[in-house]
């Protein structure tokens, strides 16, 4: 028979997950209750950590994301104390998480903030890498110095960062959309991205400001069964600054893209020969239609829903995340969404009593507001780890609080192909059908600015470049001015729109 919860820690408030929600949520819990232990469960010695904190505008924030050991954050708040292990169990019931080491924790309060792991095209080969911490993003580095050509399937954003960050190794680049980064941009601003892939790129890489990585300097410890394969926590905006990404190749930039295909069957290089298929050479020339087969040997073959076969040496499976839920579906009756995330009301509790979520583990079911949209980012796990601990926080008192400001305007600033990129509310229409207009504005090799407008009133933009327009965009969305009177003037270059509204 199983022995009942003998608690060997408890703690008022229980936080599992080391990335930015978890992290921020235990940070904010330990302000709030300084006398309480904040007991903070993760499987990997570094933590995520936000820093240098910057409020741009009403919503939009920017940060820098430090991957620290844990003890950092014991300095920083002596209150939190990390257990470094996975989750085993949750006994919902008993208000009890089991760990892998053993032992037991009983909560009053908990928040699951485990994150998302990517979605692989297929599990177990050994030619297929995903990409989304920092130990794979290194392990990516280790095979490209050998490759000689790559295959890239995905259309997010480390698939856009990386297609633009490698060089010297030809990049198949597989999108199951018309054009590129269709999670973020329209074909417009995805042309005007593109342009910039084809141009050769300055030498001199801007300086970045954000992510430093390091995983030297932790615990060099042999990869035991128990860790080998851990999720660490994700990877964010220039995640590939310190990484050399260069192939054995000495040319800059070979890109081909296929688009409106996915991936239908790989092969390992015995499995192909046997097939007595044929592959296809590196298409040289956008215009030359010809198609000459591949006279080399590769280790692996990846045959394309649009019946064509490429050789590479290896594969890059970007192609999303699926919430880390596993550890606690079992014996607990959580309400989960079609993402495969645990659901969350306003105020970031599941569907089981005293258990919130927040960050890419959650699917957001309340009824937003009709400019926002759940986005498994950066921004937004820090926003819902925050909120978050601060509903916990009003609970235990028995008080309650609003919805956090946040959560009103969709808002995201990241860089691509190093231009600074801004996309507010319904940025890419979504969810309008065809009851909006677009005003557009694009120079190219500077700006793209595109507004969005819904019976007069905008409701949502990107703007690429350094345009100076996010505060003023914020406003117009936030307090729904009619603009019709102002119609293609709106952003006419030579109207300097911010004296009008601000």
């Known amino acids: 028979m199983e022995a009942p919860c003998s608690p060997p820690t408890a703690g008022k408030f229980v936080v599992v997950g ?37 409020q741009v505008s009403k919503v939009l924030e920017e940060f820098d994301v430090e991957e620290q050991p844990s003890t950092m954050l014991a300095n920083r708040f002596p209150n939190i104390k990390v257990i470094e292990s996975g989750v085993k169990q949750l ?12 032992n037991q924790h009983i909560y009053k309060k908990l ?15 050994p030619y297929v890498l995903g990409i989304r911490d920092t130990d794979s993003a290194q392990e990516f580095q280790k095979q490209l110095t050998k490759a000689k050509r790559i295959m890239i399937i995905g259309n997010g954003g480390i698939a856009l960062e990386l297609v633009y960050e490698i060089e010297g190794c030809e990049v198949i680049w597989v999108i199951k959309d018309k054009a590129i980064g269709n999670t973020f941009f329209d074909a417009g601003a995805a042309e005007f991205l593109t342009s910039k892939l084809i141009d050769e790129k300055p030498e001199a890489k801007i300086a970045q400001k954000r992510t430093r990585y390091t995983t030297e300097g932790r615990k060099k410890e042999a990869q035991t069964g128990a860790n080998a394969g851990n999720i660490g926590s994700a990877l964010g905006p220039d995640w590939h600054e310190g990484l050399d990404l260069k192939g054995t190749k000495e040319f ?8 409106m295909c996915e991936v239908k069957k790989i092969y390992l290089q015995e499995e192909f020969r046997i097939s007595e298929k044929k592959s296809l050479s590196f298409p040289r020339d956008h215009h ?22 490429f050789g590479c040496d290896f594969i890059v499976s970007a192609t999303g995340v699926t919430p880390n839920t596993e550890p606690f579906l079992c014996g607990n009756n ?44 950066w921004t937004q796990a820090r926003q819902m780890g925050w909120y978050a601990a601060k509903c916990m926080a009003a609970s235990s008192v ?17 860089k691509f192909f190093n231009y600074k990129v801004v996309l507010l509310g319904k940025y890419n229409a979504q969810g309008l059908g065809s009851n909006h207009e677009l005003l557009l504005r694009c120079t190219k090799g500077q700006e793209y600015i595109k507004a969005v407008l819904q019976n007069g009133r905008m409701v949502g933009a990107v703007l690429i470049g350094e345009t100076d327009l996010e505060e003023t965009f914020e406003n117009l969305i936030l307090n729904q001015m009619n603009l019709s009177a102002y119609g293609e003037d709106l952003l006419d270059p030579n109207i300097d729109i911010e004296d009008y509204f601000d």
């Open 91 to 102: 006994k919902s019931k008993e208000h009890c998480i089991l760990t892998e080491d053993g």
């Open 252 to 259: 800059s930039h070979k890109i081909h893209i296929e688009t």
């Open 111 to 125: 928040c699951l903030c485990a994150g998302a792991k990517p979605k692989l095209i297929c599990e177990g080969n």
């Open 18 to 54: 080391g990335g930015i929600a978890g992290v921020t949520c235990a940070e904010q819990l330990a302000i709030n209750f300084p006398s309480e232990d904040i007991l903070l469960i993760t499987a990997s010695p570094v933590i995520k950590a936000v820093t240098n904190f910057k």
């Open 288 to 309: 030359d239609q010809s198609v000459t087969t591949d006279k080399e040997i590769w280790p692996v073959y990846v045959e394309l829903t649009n019946e064509k076969i």
């Open 398 to 414: 028995g008080e309650s609080i609003d919805m956090d400001f946040s959560f009103e305007l969709f808002a995201h600033v990241t």
């Open 334 to 377: 959580f309400d989960v969404g079609e993402d495969g995330g645990l659901k969350v009301d306003d105020h970031m509790h599941t569907s089981l009593p005293d258990i919130y979520a927040a960050g890419d583990i959650c699917t957001a079911s309340w009824h937003p507001s009709p400019v926002w949209q759940q986005m498994r980012l």
